[in-house]
């Protein structure tokens, strides 16, 4: 199993470093918007900053399912590994679970640096205890929620669909968290929806000829 | 001992190699009581199927020209002792009986025919009475 | 245990509407070296597919090692070596890491038997595999099949590319592999001369069907090819069952009929035939006849 997930981290070795480097990007960002917060100058430029970089980072990971899955089928990796003793179940498996290693590697600094910067300062909207939690939760089943969409179309179509698949998910859901906030219904309609697209995937992966 | 595969050849496997153990031991290349490559061995030199090794060495103890020693391996045999006069005679009247049938539909006279025989006789060495260790795969080597 | 290490029954299968396989059925016993034969198209690398479970069959149903061929556990996986057709190896990577992928997941490795086989090929490590020949690819992909001591080979034309001596290489390896015990080899190949020194049985595909499926000495005795000359012209109907093929011209027939016997020898010649000769054939010629478009399929019994 290590051998399978250590193999995709090996061959999309480029998402886990732009996870990475866009980590740091927005903990900038979320630094300094905190630091240089002012009432009454609301500091739009970093918070469109971080908009536009959580656009990027959206199609990113919407990108890197579709890769992974896309680059599986046209360098036809699963056939290969077939003729070794693991399933495809593990080879789907070790698959998802690269990705949510690079989605925690983009979110786990993103959250460690919020709760530090709430220890320093007093935001400006009352937080109640967890709810970084629930924010760092819904943030990633948001993004998880992504990734499912590149995994499921990747499959058959070049990386572009997916994104742009991933963007209209973007549409949806962030309207979606607007009205409701990033709350628990949020976070059920989310797992259902990654419930449902995981297990499509696996049963197109597991009855597809390789 | 040098065994050939010919593929082009309509006869199975199994025979050729019977047939060249019969004629490397009537040209004196494999002597009485020396010992024959085991079927593995063989089976590796020549990448040939081991069972078709075994099936003819199978075929070849039964003909009486080797004997295989439990524990030991398989040995040219001493010639004489297992087939009796009439089954030797059955044995060569057929391919006898075959070559003059060829003969007959390529229009060779009787003449001739002997002609020929005799020299293959004499190509072999066949003396006059038979001692034991000599046997003849008969005057046509097509293998 | 089940003496049948392979078992296709009533295998159909289907492209785009096209039928490639129309009711397969044969049996590969453990011990066995199955020569699979067929021309390009036949549906070899088809059948081969879908035994690996790559693919699903249409219809029917393959089972390897007892177990189903469409959910293979891993375990089984484990035993069985298998080299594809074109070698489908993973091009983009180094021969390294492939050979590291493949060590960490197979379940047994002989390391000893692996690097003795990669000396003898002298396969270079640290170049892409997409930068091999064909004939190295081939190699490497035999030298991984072998390397997990498999207790099954599925071969599919594992020689392509390969040159004479590394052709008398995979033939010595196979033979090596077979005298181990209880191992089986299934493998499909073009150069019938190579099929005919190893392998045990034959089935011979041909539009769709297996025509021929038997021991392959067998064959050999079962299938005559003659020469037959009457003194008119030859009769148009000899009456003979099984013939797979018959060429007449003038008073010259040349007839290929399968499980010749006496009986079918005294049907012959009440014909009166001026001249009846055995015309030799080779695996090829077999090969040659039986899959012709107008030829029976043979029960070589």
């Known amino acids: ?101 690079a989605i925690l590697i983009l979110l786990v600094p993103l959250a460690i640096t919020a709760i530090f910067l709430l220890r320093l300062f007093t935001p400006p909207i009352p937080l109640y205890s967890g709810m970084v939690w629930e924010i760092f939760t819904a943030t990633f089943l948001l993004a998880l929620a992504c990734y499912c969409i590149g995994l499921q179309t990747g499959w058959n179509s070049s990386a572009i669909t997916p994104s742009l698949g991933g963007l209209g998910l973007t549409c949806i859901f962030v309207p979606l968290v607007v009205v409701k906030g990033l709350g628990p219904e949020i976070m059920v309609i989310l797992a259902s929806f990654i419930a449902a697209s995981l297990f499509r995937t696996w049963h197109n992966f597991s009855s597809t000829s390789l | 001992m040098q065994i050939r595969i010919d593929n082009a050849s309509g006869r199975a496997v199994y025979q050729q190699i019977i047939n060249q153990i019969k004629r490397d031991i009537a040209l004196g290349r494999l002597i009485k009581d020396e010992k024959l490559p085991t079927v593995r061995q063989l089976a590796a030199q020549l990448a040939i199927n081991p069972n078709t090794i075994a099936k003819a060495y199978r075929q070849l103890e039964q003909e009486g020209i080797i004997v295989t020693r439990p524990g030991a391996g398989a040995f040219v045999a001493s010639l004489d002792s297992s087939l009796s006069e009439a089954v030797k005679m059955r044995v060569i009247s057929e391919e006898l009986e075959r070559i003059v049938v060829e003969a007959f539909h390529m229009q060779i006279d009787s003449q001739t025919l002997l002609e020929w025989f005799g020299s293959a006789v004499e190509k072999f060495n066949l003396s006059a009475k038979k001692p034991p260790s000599e046997i003849t795969t008969g005057e046509q080597s097509n293998e | ?238 009456y003979l069952t099984e013939i797979v093929n018959q060429q007449i011209e003038g008073r010259e027939m040349v007839i290929t009929v399968a499980n010749w016997n006496s009986q079918k020898q005294a049907i012959l010649e009440t014909f009166k035939p001026s001249s009846c000769t055995e015309i030799p054939m080779s695996l090829e010629d077999i090969f040659i006849e039986c899959t012709r478009p107008s030829a029976e399929p043979l029960e070589v019994a």
């Not at chain 1, 997930?5 to 960002?29: G, M, T």
């Not at chain 3, 070296?33 to 219809?59: F, M, Q, S, W």
């Not at chain 3, 890491?97 to 997941?105: A, P, W």
Request: net charge positive; with cysteine; glycine share 6%.
């Open chain 3, 1 to 238: 245990m089940n003496e049948n290490v392979i078992q296709v029954e009533n295998l159909v299968k289907y492209y785009d509407g096209r039928c490639v396989l129309d009711g397969i059925d044969f049996a590969v016993p453990r011990g066995c070296i199955y020569g699979l034969l067929g021309r390009n198209g036949a549906g070899k690398t088809t059948i081969i597919r879908i035994l690996l479970g790559l693919e699903p069959p249409t219809r029917g149903r393959t089972t390897l090692l007892e177990a189903d061929s469409t959910s293979l556990p891993a375990k089984i996986r484990g035993r069985i070596g298998c080299v594809a057709e074109g070698h489908n190896l993973i091009q983009s990577y180094k021969v390294s890491r492939l050979i590291r992928l493949c060590k960490d997941l197979s379940l047994q490795w002989n390391d000893e038997l692996f690097n003795r086989l990669i000396e003898t090929f002298r396969l270079p490590a640290d170049r892409r595999v997409r930068e091999l020949s064909i004939g190295m690819r081939a190699q490497l992909n035999l030298s991984l099949a072998m390397a997990i001591d498999p207790e099954l080979l599925i071969l599919d034309d594992p020689t392509l590319g390969l040159d004479t001596v590394a052709r008398r290489q995979f033939l010595e390896l196979a033979i090596d592999i077979i005298q181990k015990q209880g191992r089986t080899i299934l493998f499909c190949s073009h150069i019938l001369s190579d099929v005919e020194r190893i392998a045990d049985r034959i089935g011979i595909l041909a539009a769709g069907k297996l025509v021929v499926d038997c021991p392959l000495e067998q064959l050999k005795e079962r299938v005559r090819k003659l020469r037959v000359i009457f003194p008119e012209a030859a009769p148009a109907n000899l």
């Open chain 1, 1 to 101: 199993m290590f051998a399978l997930i250590k193999r995709e981290i090996q061959d999309h070795l480029v998402y886990f470093i732009a996870a990475a480097v866009f980590s740091a990007l927005l903990v900038l960002v979320l630094v300094e918007a905190v630091f240089k917060y002012d009432s009454r100058n609301p500091p739009v430029i970093s918070i469109s900053l971080g908009v536009a970089f959580a656009a990027i980072v959206t199609l990113g990971i919407c990108g890197m399912g579709a890769s992974q899955m896309y680059l599986d089928k046209s360098r036809r990796i699963s056939a290969f590994l077939s003729t070794l003793p693991v399933s495809r179940s593990r080879i789907l498996l070790a698959r998802i679970t690269a990705g949510i290693l």
